[in-house]
């Protein structure tokens, strides 16, 4: 398993930006697809982005479409997401999570990966 570490939560205004990153220890990352979940409080876990491992595809909750980006490079072993627009119901912690030669509907299944991070705070509020 690669072990990942989130970064990049913080407070952000509604309308404003965040940029989370997601660093990964070890070999072979560019064998991972790799996704954001996030969870607020008193909610199920929920399946945010996702991106291929080679970053030719990549897939969205319909809520985040058009304002949250996911991007990867692989020469750095970090995954991103960029927040725009954000809106109060964003609030959460969001976890970074991997899965080694994940199928295209593994990787849109919260449940299918098994290496997970400790988890970032995103706070929208004004």
């Known amino acids: 398993q690669v072990q990942l570490v989130e970064s990049g939560g913080g407070l952000a205004q509604p309308g404003g930006s965040l940029r989370l990153s997601c660093a990964a220890s070890?070999?072979?990352?560019?064998?991972?697809?790799m996704a954001w979940v996030r969870q607020a409080p008193g909610k199920e876990r929920e399946f945010v982005a996702a991106?291929?491992?080679?970053?030719?595809?990549?897939y969205y909750v319909d809520s985040v479409k058009g304002r949250f980006t996911i991007s990867r490079d692989n020469a750095k072993n970090t995954v991103y997401l960029q927040m725009n627009s954000l809106k109060p119901e964003d609030t959460a912690v969001y976890y970074c999570?991997?899965?080694?030669?994940?199928?295209?509907?593994?990787?849109?299944?919260?449940?299918?990966?098994?290496?997970w991070g400790q988890g970032t705070q995103v706070t929208v509020s004004s």
């Open positions: 070890g070999r072979s990352f560019s064998t991972y697809a």
């Open positions: 991106i291929s491992m080679s970053g030719g595809s990549t």
């Open positions: 999570a991997a899965l080694k030669w994940a199928t295209a509907q593994d990787m849109r299944n919260r449940a299918s990966y098994d290496s």
